[in-house]
C-alpha cells in the first residue's frame, strides 16, 4: 500500500477518533460489516499470521455476497492502529463495538483461533451489533488443520445467516471456490 493510501487512512482514523461523540449519536451505514484479526489463542507464534490472514480471506468471501457491504482491511487496520487495539484488545467485546462504530459499521466479526494439538485447529467468530453492543450470533468448530479453509467457508456461512444474507447459488459458489492454495503460502500471506 502507498505511502500516500496511509497517510488518507490515518487522517480518516484520527478524524472518526476525534469525532467520536459525535460519530456515536449517528447511526452506522446499514448491513456494513467489519471483519478484525482473529486473536491466535496460543504461545505458537508460527500460527500468528493466522489471524490476518483469515480475517482478508473472510473479508474477500463476505464481500462475495450481495446484500452487504464489507469494510476494506486497511480502514479497519488504520483504524485499530489509532486507537492502539492492534497488539490486544480489538477482540475484546466493547473495544469491538466501539471500533465498529467508529468505522461507522453497523455489525463487527471479532473472532479466534486456537491449535488444538499439532493437526487440529478451532476457529471462532462472533458477530456484534455495534448500535446495541450484543452478540447476535456466532460460530464455531474445529477441524484438522489441513482442513483449515473448509472450516473458514463454514464460519462465513454462518455469519451470513446470523446477518439474515440469502446467498444466490451463485454466489455461494464464488465462496465456496475462494481458497488458497496451501497453508504454507496463506501463512506466508497473512506475514505480509
Known sequence: ?????????????????????????????????????????????ELEPLGVALADMMITDLGLAGGIQVLERSRIQALLDEMALTEAGYTEEESGARAGRLLRAQHVVQGAVTPVGEETIQMSADVRNTVSRDTEGGTSGEDELTRLFDLEKRAVFDVLDVLGVDLTPAERQAINENRAGNILAFLAYGRG
Do not use: H, K
Open 1 to 45: 500500500m502507498g505511502v500516500i493510501v496511509r497517510r488518507e487512512l490515518r487522517a480518516q482514523a484520527e478524524e472518526a477518533l476525534s469525532r467520536e461523540a459525535q460519530l456515536t449519536d449517528t447511526p452506522p451505514e446499514a448491513r456494513t460489516v467489519a471483519v478484525f484479526p482473529f486473536r491466535l489463542l496460543s504461545e505458537n507464534r
